[in-house]
Nanobody
Framework: QVQLVESGGGLVQPGGSLRLSCVASRSIFNIYSMAWYRQAPGKQRELVADMTNSGITNYADSVKGRFAISRDNAKNTMYLQMNSLKPEDTAVYYC?????????????WGQGTQVTVSS
């Protein structure tokens, strides 16, 4: 079972940028889909972006044009570049990995990293 560890969260001012990293304990080459989710206080966890191992990406409407997901198979790492951050981006961000046909819920989750956007 792969383990995922996120890092890169923190406090940033509105309009600022952060890059989140998700390091896997083994190769991610064969992990079908890797994704970033987030959960704000009092809200349900939501998909931010995902990327298949063939490079197909998908973004939530709320982050399109501001966030970019990428995978570096050589480093067993997935990234989320977040630009033009807004206060409503404040949440705990989780990375997720799943196999083809598997639900995200039953996949592998990291422990989360806090992102706070505030002046």
């Amino acid at each position: 079972q792969v383990q995922l560890v996120e890092s890169g969260g923190g406090l940033v001012q509105p309009g600022g940028s952060l890059r989140l990293s998700c390091v896997a304990s083994r190769s991610i080459f064969n992990i079908y889909s890797m994704a970033w989710y987030r959960q704000a206080p009092g809200k349900q966890r939501e998909l931010v972006a995902d990327m298949t191992n063939s490079g197909i990406t998908n973004y939530a409407d709320s982050v399109k044009g501001r966030f970019a997901i990428s995978r570096d198979n050589a480093k067993n790492t997935m990234y989320l570049q977040m630009n033009s951050l807004k206060p409503e981006d404040t949440a705990v961000y989780y990375c997720n990995g799943r196999s083809f046909g598997q639900s995200a819920e039953s996949g592998t989750w990291g422990q989360g990293t806090q992102v706070t956007v505030s002046s």
